[in-house]
């Protein structure tokens, strides 16, 4: 009768300390679980602020390649007007020459 009792509470203290065993290996899951879900977001969050920088940076890039495009062409027509009001100036000038 002893026996038993000693064998029912030894297999009493292990099925308690097997049920605490398994409540802290289920919290010790839940928290790996949270700090993976957390990591995942974070690595998602930072992958799609990437991407949108990357979109920016290339939008920018294209901006100003049309800005460099369209100061080049101004700059052309500038250089094409000065060409033509000193060619105008230097008739005026012969111009003047012949008059005198």
């Known amino acids: 009768d002893k026996d038993w009792r000693s064998a029912l509470t030894d297999l009493q203290s292990v099925l308690g300390e097997t049920q605490d065993l398994c409540r802290n290996t289920k919290e010790s899951f ?11 977001s974070s690595h998602a969050n930072h992958a ?3 991407v949108t920088l990357s979109a920016r940076m290339a939008s920018l890039e ?39």
């Open 62 to 100: 294209q901006q100003c390649q049309g800005d460099t495009l369209k100061l080049l062409q101004d700059a052309e027509a500038g250089l094409s007007r000065l060409q033509v009001l000193i060619s105008e100036s230097g008739r005026a000038e012969q111009t003047a020459r012949e008059a005198l």
């Open 30 to 40: 839940d928290l790996h679980q949270a700090f993976v879900k957390k990591q995942l």
């Open 48 to 50: 799609t602020e990437q």
